[in-house]
């Protein structure tokens, strides 16, 4: 008869802690392949900057040497000089993309396992990747408690390790917005394609994004959760408000409020804004909403 296996306390802590060190690894990979098949479709019209166009800008010309393509050859100077010279270029410089993502309590509210938050992390990563694959650099800065910046980057690995980051910001407290705007514009050393996603909650927040889109291409994608938009059926409910704890009573039947009525003033303002809803598909969504602004982009240049 097998003597039963006895296990310490210690080893079993281990056990414990490689199985959840598993869990988290396996939840990274997850997520890593649900962000990157969300960049590929989103390149086109991410990012009409000025500084983008057949990808080189003329730098110098320079003497001939051997093995200098012919069609390299700067023609102008070398009939003036009686040498040949041939033109050197350099790759045009990108507009940074710049993500702030709104992590505060009300981001955490979920009638469905498609929350404001996760689909905000989601967007956050295909975003990025497919930033880094127009050669764009990509900055991080989160409107939350966690505080997370990270400056404009080509480093796909900084940009990774910051995303995961950001899906461990803790929950609660309430989002500075505007904060988080200011904070965005140092790091990006200049003008930069300025992403917000964020439900819009924070009083101000339309006036702060219109002050950034004065100087900044500026994008707005607001996540809406089915509890959002009211008429749940199920009688009278206990609400409580996510970030200031208060509580009232009131009907699932009645509409509490118009999600989408909060982007109107930034529409109206000329700010490119895009109600995203959790319990729907987004990836066509949003790639017809940003090819759409390439093309308007193409047509004004």
Not at 129 to 138: E, F, I, N, T, Y
Not at 197 to 214: M, N, P
Not at 217 to 234: H, K, T
Request: aromatic share 4%; with cysteine; glycine share 12%.
């Amino acid at each position: 008869m097998r003597a039963p296996r006895c296990v310490s306390s210690s080893a079993a802590a281990a056990e414990t802690m490689v199985s959840a060190c598993s869990e988290a690894l396996s939840d990274g990979r997850r997520y890593e392949i649900v962000v990157r098949r969300l960049a590929d479709g989103l390149l086109p019209g991410l990012d009409p900057s000025p500084f983008t166009g057949n990808g080189i800008e003329y730098a110098q010309s320079r003497p001939w040497s051997d093995g200098d393509e012919v069609r390299a050859i700067d023609w102008r100077l070398s009939a003036r000089s009686g040498r040949l010279h041939v033109k050197e270029y350099e790759a045009a410089r990108r507009m940074p993309l710049m993500l702030v993502v709104d992590t505060s309590a009300s981001m955490r509210v979920s009638a469905g396992a498609q929350g404001k938050f996760r689909l905000a992390c989601q967007l956050a990563g295909g975003l990025a990747l497919a930033g880094l694959g127009r050669a764009s650099p990509v900055g991080l800065v989160e409107a939350g408690p966690g505080g997370l910046r990270l400056a404009p980057t080509l480093d796909r690995g900084a940009i990774l390790v910051g995303l995961h980051r950001l899906r461990g910001a803790p929950p609660g407290g309430r989002a500075d917005l505007a904060a988080a705007l200011l904070a965005a514009r140092p790091l990006a050393g200049g003008r930069m394609l300025l992403i917000v996603i964020s439900d819009l909650y924070e009083d101000g927040v339309a006036a702060a994004v219109q002050r950034q889109a004065l100087e900044h291409d500026v994008i707005v994608l607001q996540p809406i959760d089915p509890a959002e938009r009211g008429r749940l059926g199920a009688g009278l409910i206990d609400v409580q408000e996510a970030e200031s704890a208060t509580r009232r009573p009131a009907s699932s039947w009645s509409v509490w409020g118009d999600p989408l009525a909060r982007g109107q003033t930034l529409r109206a303002a000329g700010v490119d804004h895009l109600p995203l809803l959790c319990d729907q598909p987004i990836a066509a969504t949003l790639r017809r909403f940003l090819r759409g602004r390439g093309r308007r982009s193409a047509g004004g240049r």
